[in-house]
């Protein structure tokens, strides 16, 4: 089973050139903002550098997994209560499923829906298996087979949105969710990455206050196009805080990335404009790709800026490969076939000079 950063290995090109569109990953998302976050990272760099650069001398042994330093910050943008939750920083996302995979060790992580393939593959490495377990609440809660379904449970795993159809969009499916988990103990664990793409207002991040078995993820990478500052936050119950700190690491964070990534939470929900765009080229893209001869694309849950195409479908070298349109094969575990499956996606061009450059190669 392979980790998604592995789908690059042998991926041919990560930038556009003459020949090449690369539709491979956003590149263009910092630009859609509303705030010029090149700005004002370079204004707090340069504070930084003028300051004799207090961050980088700091080694936070009093608080090593960054709570005191980017907590306000978190609790403020999504108007968290400041009792009823606990705060974990890692090095991306990534380090911190690693970390958590840890609650499947010889047990049975249940996946709702698809997901990337890290953490089922660290869960396996660990001795543990996947078991899909539905999108929907009559799924999680149905009495035949019941406890077959929860038996040897170690956690729920979830990404949301899901990558497509916004399956687990709405709040109060998370909510009986987070119910029917723990009342068996079970915690639930939601990767909110792609959630920057949505508003503030859509992440489940209040409910940690309401649920005692409750762990959310989010980052930087996405939306903020913000990968290199490799900071990743884990919003917890309270309830959690022991359990987390006993397989998260401490001290993952750096001092800077601490820094760097409270300056951009305060400047709240910038984003608007980024999901106006998002929707836009996504409407142009389909119908543009429809009619050069590609009318079965599938679109990704709505704030997500990605088409889809199966991984083998003949359209990629029929279609695309000869007007210098690259994607990239997305890996998700899939629920249906439980192992890695293959699609091919396509991340639309959001920057205007892009969506031209789109344009004029699908050009009839």
Request: net charge negative.
């Amino acid at each position: 089973m392979p980790l998604a950063i592995q789908s690059y290995l042998t991926h041919p090109a990560l930038a556009d050139s003459d020949e090449t569109l690369v539709l491979s990953w956003t590149s263009d998302e910092r630009g859609c903002l509303d705030r010029n976050v090149a700005a004002v990272l370079a204004g707090a760099l340069a504070e930084e550098a003028s300051g004799g650069l207090p961050q980088l001398g700091q080694y936070w042994v009093k608080d090593p997994y960054g709570e005191g330093f980017l907590g306000p910050a978190v609790r403020r943008f999504f108007d968290l209560p400041e009792e009823g939750s606990t705060i974990f920083c890692g090095a991306g996302v990534n380090s911190l499923l690693h970390a958590l995979a840890a609650l499947g060790r010889e047990r049975r992580a249940l996946i709702a829906g698809s997901s990337y393939p890290d953490l089922p593959y660290w869960v396996a490495g660990q001795g543990g298996t996947c078991f899909p377990i539905g999108t929907a609440p009559q799924a999680w809660a149905a009495s035949d087979g019941e406890s077959a379904v929860w038996r040897d449970a170690g956690l729920v795993f979830l990404e949301r949105p899901s990558l497509i159809a916004n399956r687990l969009a709405d709040t109060e499916d998370i909510r009986r969710l987070c119910d029917i988990a723990g009342r068996r103990g079970v915690p639930v664990l939601i990767d909110e990455s792609n959630a920057n793409y949505a508003p503030p207002s859509f992440s489940a991040v209040p409910f940690t206050a309401e649920f005692d078995n409750l762990i959310v993820l989010r980052g930087f990478s996405k939306a903020y196009g913000l990968g290199g500052l490799r900071l990743g936050y884990a919003i917890a119950s309270e309830a959690l805080r022991r359990t987390l700190a006993a397989i998260v690491p401490p001290l993952l964070a750096s001092s800077l990335s601490l820094y760097l990534g409270r300056t951009i939470l305060d400047l709240g929900d910038i984003g608007i404009g980024l999901r106006r765009a998002i929707s836009d080229s996504k409407q142009e893209a389909t119908t543009l790709f429809h009619t050069s001869g590609i009318d079965h694309a599938t679109p990704s849950s709505g704030p997500l800026p990605y088409l889809f195409l199966e991984a083998d479908d003949p359209a990629i070298e029929t279609h695309l490969a000869p007007r210098g349109i690259l994607g990239k094969q997305h890996l998700q575990w899939s629920p249906e076939h439980r192992e890695v499956r293959p699609l091919y996606r396509l991340s639309v061009p959001l920057a205007p000079a892009r969506r031209a450059a789109l344009r004029a190669r699908l050009r009839p």
